[in-house]
């Protein structure tokens, strides 16, 4: 039996529905690569927590980090094969249980399942922000939210936060709930690790990249709206504006002006997939990336940029400035007259104000795996020395 066990039902959900790896993905692969030699497979289906021999984790841990044809194929027999042996187990033997989704913990059954184990559940928190900010949510996703982080909260044996402002977030909320606050630690992500960039940019005039879902909180709008007054003003003169991410929840008046806005035609491109190639290319030519939102607790795509020597312009957030310290330009997102002062700066072939921000970068020093699993590991040997 392995020390660890490794939930990966969101992982095989993304494979099985050929979903692209959103960010919070593409940390749960990071964990499967790092503990997969020590672990073994949980999956949780048609109500039962299924736990794979090692042999049969291999395989799917294989799937996962190198693909497979066949994927389907190879995760239903898996499936089929261990589904009987796991009805009624009651997981009696005292492991670390990693769920770095985390899919299922806002549900009753998933505490239920932790309360009748003697896994220690270390939970990643991604952020808090359905309940700091309810609005750019779907309705409902605030009490799963914080019926999740309760889970996280009371049955976690330890916390790993993505950053210090989502750990204090994280302690306050904890504080002024009355709920008990597992031991934890603070560990960075590094750059998503994109592909080489081809040499050539992907068009042949000035661009701007904005990345990621688009939904309200990311406040493609107010990029958007800018983008048609610089073309009213200077027409053929105008950078483009290239939208990469897939189509979120309630951006129906985004999707309005990126379908139905003609003035925008030619010059804000939309791609709602693309392979890591092409995006580390339409990153590393870029102006400048984009990140006007309006809340965030992370921004892996601004290590990304910084990491590929690629200027930012972002919102003034607490998360951003801890990663980036003083190398982008920060601007409130609701200062429109900014964010186009330095959107007609950033795209002059010989801006100072963008060469002044790359030679800041030259001092940029990026997260990596190696730290962060450094302090995760260290919050494992805490929780071993507890018991």
């Given at each position: 039996?392995?020390?660890?066990?490794?939930?990966?039902?969101?992982?095989?959900?993304?494979?099985?529905?050929?979903?692209?790896?959103?960010?919070?993905?593409?940390?749960?692969?990071?964990?499967?690569?790092?503990?997969?030699?020590?672990?073994?497979?949980?999956?949780?289906?048609?109500?039962?927590?299924?736990?794979?021999?090692?042999?049969?984790?291999?395989?799917?841990?294989?799937?996962?980090?190198?693909?497979?044809?066949?994927?389907?194929?190879?995760?239903?027999?898996?499936?089929?094969?261990?589904?009987?042996?796991?009805?009624?187990?009651?997981?009696?033997?005292?492991?670390?249980?990693?769920?770095?989704?985390?899919?299922?913990?806002?549900?009753?059954?998933?505490?239920?399942?932790?309360?009748?184990?003697?896994?220690?559940?270390?939970?990643?928190?991604?952020?808090?922000?359905?309940?700091?900010?309810?609005?750019?949510?779907?309705?409902?996703?605030?009490?799963?939210?914080?019926?999740?982080?309760?889970?996280?909260?009371?049955?976690?044996?330890?916390?790993?936060?993505?950053?210090?402002?989502?750990?204090?977030?994280?302690?306050?909320?904890?504080?002024?709930?009355?709920?008990?606050?597992?031991?934890?630690?603070?560990?960075?992500?590094?750059?998503?690790?994109?592909?080489?960039?081809?040499?050539?940019a992907p068009i042949d005039v000035p661009y701007f990249l904005v990345l990621g879902t688009i939904e309200p909180r990311k406040n493609h709008s107010l990029l958007l709206l800018l983008w048609r007054q610089l073309i009213e003003r200077f027409g053929a003169y105008t950078p483009r504006l290239v939208v990469i991410g897939q189509r979120g929840e309630n951006c129906e008046n985004i999707v309005d002006l990126l379908e139905r806005c003609e003035t925008l035609n030619g010059f804000v491109f939309e791609y709602s997939t693309c392979s890591d190639t092409e995006l580390a290319?339409?990153?590393?030519?870029?102006?400048?990336?984009?990140?006007?939102?309006?809340?965030?607790?992370?921004?892996?795509?601004?290590?990304?940029?910084?990491?590929?020597?690629?200027?930012?312009?972002?919102?003034?957030?607490?998360?951003?400035?801890?990663?980036?310290?003083?190398?982008?330009?920060?601007?409130?997102?609701?200062?429109?007259?900014?964010?186009?002062?330095?959107?007609?700066?950033?795209?002059?072939?010989?801006?100072?104000?963008?060469?002044?921000?790359?030679?800041?970068?030259?001092?940029?020093?990026?997260?990596?795996?190696?730290?962060?699993?450094?302090?995760?590991?260290?919050?494992?040997?805490?929780?071993?020395?507890?018991?």
């Amino acid at each position: 039996m392995r020390e660890n066990l490794i939930d990966v039902t969101r992982l095989l959900d993304c494979r099985m529905q050929e979903r692209l790896p959103t960010g919070i993905d593409r940390v749960s692969l990071e964990y499967v690569r790092h503990f997969g030699d020590r672990s073994t497979v949980l999956l949780r289906f048609a109500g039962q927590w299924i736990e794979l021999s090692i042999a049969d984790s291999e395989k799917i841990i294989a799937v996962l980090l190198a693909g497979a044809d066949n994927v389907n194929a190879v995760i239903r027999r898996v499936v089929v094969g261990s589904l009987m042996k796991s009805i009624g187990r009651s997981f009696s033997t005292p492991r670390f249980l990693f769920n770095t989704g985390p899919s299922g913990v806002a549900e009753t059954d998933y505490a239920r399942r932790l309360q009748g184990s003697a896994l220690k559940q270390v939970f990643f928190l991604h952020d808090l922000i359905p309940i700091t900010h309810p609005e750019y949510c779907r309705p409902g996703e605030s009490l799963r939210h914080q019926n999740r982080v309760k889970t996280m909260l009371t049955l976690g044996h330890g916390v790993i936060a993505h950053s210090d402002a989502t750990h204090v977030e994280l302690v306050a909320y904890a504080s002024k709930n009355n709920l008990p606050m597992p031991p934890s630690t603070v560990a960075l992500l590094p750059a998503a690790g994109l592909s080489v960039a081809n040499a050539t940019a992907p068009i042949d005039v000035p661009y701007f990249l904005v990345l990621g879902t688009i939904e309200p909180r990311k406040n493609h709008s107010l990029l958007l709206l800018l983008w048609r007054q610089l073309i009213e003003r200077f027409g053929a003169y105008t950078p483009r504006l290239v939208v990469i991410g897939q189509r979120g929840e309630n951006c129906e008046n985004i999707v309005d002006l990126l379908e139905r806005c003609e003035t925008l035609n030619g010059f804000v491109f939309e791609y709602s997939t693309c392979s890591d190639t092409e995006l580390a290319t339409w990153l590393q030519h870029a102006r400048a990336l984009l990140l006007p939102s309006f809340a965030e607790d992370y921004g892996m795509s601004l290590v990304d940029a910084l990491s590929l020597g690629v200027p930012v312009i972002a919102s003034d957030l607490p998360a951003f400035r801890e990663i980036a310290g003083d190398v982008p330009e920060y601007v409130d997102p609701l200062d429109g007259k900014r964010w186009s002062e330095l959107v007609l700066a950033y795209s002059q072939s010989d801006s100072p104000v963008r060469a002044a921000q790359c030679k800041k970068m030259l001092n940029f020093v990026a997260p990596t795996w190696a730290a962060h699993f450094d302090q995760v590991e260290v919050l494992m040997e805490r929780l071993r020395a507890a018991k």
